[in-house]
């Protein structure tokens, strides 16, 4: 699960100041480092455009395997 910048983007750059193990490079902030990111989520959470996201087919998946467990 790691999160990445969408068409809503606006690469304010907000995303990349506030991660915690800069996995989300300055001068690109609609992508992401995938061997840094830890899965904090707070990129999306910041996100003024409501720009990053997560793939929907691994939430559906990680949503079935919580409801398994749950």
Known sequence: ?????NKNCG???LCAAECPVQAIP???P??????????????????PNHARQ?????LFAAE???KKAC
């Open 11 to 13: 690469k304010c750059g």
């Open 64 to 66: 079935q395997k919580m």
């Open 26 to 28: 300055k001068d690109n």
């Open 30 to 47: 609609a992508s992401v480092d995938k061997e840094k990111c830890i899965s904090c989520m707070h990129c999306i959470a910041i996100c």
């Open 54 to 58: 997560n793939s929907k087919v691994i």
């Open 1 to 5: 699960m790691k999160p990445e910048g």
